[in-house]
C-alpha cells in the first residue's frame, strides 16, 4: 500500500476593508490596522529590509520603496511575512502593491483630524509622534502552509505481565 504524504496545515487568508497607516519620518517603516469587512482586526507593519540597502537597491524606478511586511490576525494570533513588497509613499498618496497587500490610500489625514483617527483606530503607542494617516482600501490575499515535524514516538509496556504495549506520542520535552 503506498504511503501517503502527510499535507500539513494550509493557512489561506482572503481579507479586505478599510485600513489605516501611519508612515515613520523617513518613509523607511510604517504600522497599521486593517479593519476588515467581517468585523476582524488585522496588525499590518512594514520594514525596509536594511537601511542601508535604501539608497541603492531598495528604491525601483518608479519612486517606490521595497519593503518587508508582517501581518498579523488580530483573531489567531497567526503571523505571515510578505518579502518584495513595492510601497510608494509620497506627502499626499500612499499604495501598496504586490500579489499577496494591495492598498490605496482614499485619504490623507494631517493633524487634529490624525489624532482623532489614531486614538479611535489605531494603537496610540504604534503612532509614537505621527501627525500623519493614510486611510484607504486594502485587500489582503496569502497562501502558505506549514508541515510540523512528526511527534517522537515510544513504546510503554504496562500491566503485571508486561503483555499491554501502549505506544505514546508526545511533543513535551520533559517526557
Known amino acids: 500500500m503506498p504511503r501517503q504524504r502527510r499535507q500539513g ?5 482572503r481579507e479586505q476593508g478599510t485600513a489605516r497607516l501611519i508612515f515613520d519620518e523617513n518613509r523607511t517603516k510604517f504600522d497599521g490596522v486593517l479593519d476588515t469587512i467581517s468585523g476582524e482586526t488585522m496588525l499590518v507593519r512594514g520594514r525596509v529590509t536594511s537601511p542601508t540597502d535604501l539608497a541603492s537597491t531598495s528604491t525601483t524606478a518608479d519612486g517606490s520603496i521595497v519593503m518587508d511586511v508582517d501581518v498579523v490576525d488580530g483573531e489567531e494570533g497567526s503571523a505571515f511575512h510578505v518579502t518584495g513588497v513595492k510601497v510608494f509613499v509620497d506627502e499626499q498618496y500612499a499604495s501598496i502593491d504586490s500579489t499577496a497587500i494591495k492598498f490605496e490610500a482614499l485619504d490623507r489625514l494631517i493633524g487634529m483630524k490624525a489624532a482623532v483617527e489614531i486614538q479611535q483606530h489605531i494603537s ?4 509614537e509622534d505621527s501627525k500623519e ?10 497562501l502558505t502552509s506549514h508541515r510540523p515535524s512528526p511527534s517522537s514516538r515510544r513504546e510503554s509496556v504496562c ?4 503483555d499491554i504495549k501502549i505506544l505514546e506520542v508526545s511533543d513535551d520535552f520533559l517526557s
Do not use: R, T
Not at 496610540?124 to 503612532?127: F, G, N, R
Not at 500491566?159 to 508486561?162: L, S, V
Open 9 to 13: 496545515i494550509v493557512y489561506d487568508v
Open 124 to 127: 496610540p503607542e504604534l503612532a
Open 133 to 142: 494617516v493614510f486611510v484607504g482600501k486594502m485587500q489582503i490575499h496569502l
Open 159 to 162: 500491566a503485571e505481565n508486561n
